[in-house]
Structures are given as structure tokens and as C-alpha cells.
């Protein structure tokens, strides 16, 4: 089970999320507002089961979150 920030498919948010990204990893230990989620797991041996994606609370920059199940892929 994950919930994790990911890449907006708005691409004027995504656009402040690239430009914020740098400074927010700083001060949010590491946190990135723009990882494409989805191609991250399937690059890394995984297979979304569920992946739910939408804005949750607060400012459309820092709120598009990715929600699901993974489990490696076979």
C-alpha cells in the first residue's frame, strides 16, 4: 500500500511542481512533487494492483497524490 506526491497531469501545476521540486526535497526530507508514479513502478519491478489518483487538500502544487496497492511484478 502506498500514497505518495506525484507528477500533476495538469501541466500548468506540473510546471510549478518542477520549478518547486528542488527547494521542497530540501525542507521536506526528500519529499518530490514530480515523480511520475505510475512509470516509477513499473520501472522499478512493480504492478499497480489499485492506483487512484487526484487532488487531495491545499494548494494544487503540493496536493496531487497517488494512492494504491503494488506488488512485484512476475
Known amino acids: 500500500m502506498f500514497i505518495e506526491h506525484g ?14 521540486t528542488p527547494l521542497w526535497a530540501r525542507i521536506a526530507g526528500g519529499c518530490h512533487l514530480n515523480r511520475p508514479i505510475a512509470a516509477l ?17 491545499g494548494p494544487r502544487v503540493f496536493s496531487y497524490l497517488y494512492r494504491g496497492i503494488a506488488v512485484t511484478a512476475e
Open 7 to 20: 507528477r500533476s497531469p495538469d501541466p500548468a501545476v506540473s510546471r510549478w511542481q518542477d520549478r518547486l
Open 41 to 57: 513502478l513499473a520501472d522499478t519491478g512493480f504492478r499497480a494492483l489499485t492506483l487512484d489518483s487526484g487532488y487531495g487538500d
